[in-house]
């Protein structure tokens, strides 16, 4: 997308709202911002209607700040708690049926290479667990086999969160939910291991408590994403309504988890992706 085009036309600079103003003049767009400008711009999500403490929305705004390019990304959502806050997010993004996400990721990437065959369009879908590991399973491995070049990152807050509190793949055994009140009956599904075994060639797990980290991972994923094949990323993001725990101690709790080993962030590069990347920090 040319930048020019987020440009107010003349004569409607005073009557566009102010938060469209500052967007236009001091937004992430072609300016190769990351997770250390924070604070600096006008971020491309800033309030939205999730939960106090939302796990779920800490990681969605350290992924926005982590686009290697938003004013070429277009992101492909689904039903789930993150729907309730793309329409505040100023990037083209799409709704599309709950779990139905990746083939609708796979077409659109299709299209956008045969549209602009000189310009790098990244499509990155961004759902929760329920689109990813459970309903949409089935969408996310075909795209993962057919060697689509589009990047999936699963918001995991372990749990159905926005109707009710039911127990999803990613809820960890013995958890007992609003839906499961005796708790769950089986373990957690190992996706970033399908992801590896279906031919992802970056794979990585991280989380909000480190966002360095987290900032790291979905970059290296949209970059191999475009060149090689599919990614994915899994990002812990704990939620406090459905877990009943303080909503200020989101981030504390990952980190408590990760001493206990109930979570652990990962890394896995495809010897091709290896060597794609070290070429990338070459040029820089």
Request: charged residues 20%.
């Amino acid at each position: 997308m040319k930048t020019g085009m987020l440009k107010i036309s003349p004569g409607f600079e005073e009557i566009m709202p102010p938060e469209y103003r500052e967007l236009v003049d001091n937004g992430p767009y072609g300016k190769n911002y990351g997770i250390n400008d924070l604070g600096s711009y006008k971020e491309l999500l800033e309030e939205h209607p999730l939960c106090a403490g939302c796990g779920l929305a800490l990681s969605l705004r350290l992924t926005l700040a982590s686009l290697p390019m938003p004013e070429d990304t277009v992101i492909v959502g689904s039903t789930g708690c993150s729907a309730l806050a793309f329409p505040q997010v100023a990037l083209h993004n799409i709704h599309s049926l709950f779990g139905n996400q990746n083939a609708v990721a796979s077409g659109l990437k299709r299209a956008l290479k045969l549209r602009f065959p000189d310009k790098e369009k990244d499509v990155v879908v961004i759902a929760g667990d329920g689109a990813t590991a459970d309903i949409g399973l089935d969408m996310v491995m075909q795209s993962w086999l057919r060697r689509e070049k589009i990047t999936t990152i699963m918001l995991d807050n372990e749990a159905y969160a926005n109707t009710g509190g039911q127990e999803s793949g990613m809820s960890m055994q013995g958890a007992v939910l609003n839906m499961a009140p005796t708790g769950k009956k089986f373990p957690k599904l190992s996706l970033p291991e399908i992801a590896q075994t279906c031919g992802c060639a970056y794979v990585a797990a991280a989380s909000p408590a480190k966002p360095k980290q987290l900032a790291k991972v979905v970059r290296r994923a949209i970059l191999v994403a475009r060149e090689i094949g599919p990614t994915y990323v899994q990002l812990y993001s704990p939620c406090p309504t459905n877990y009943k725990f303080n909503p200020k101690e989101t981030v504390s709790l990952i980190k408590q988890r990760e001493k206990e080993g109930l979570y652990q962030s990962k890394e896995y590069i495809s010897q091709e992706a290896k060597a794609f990347l070290e070429s990338m920090e070459v040029k820089k």
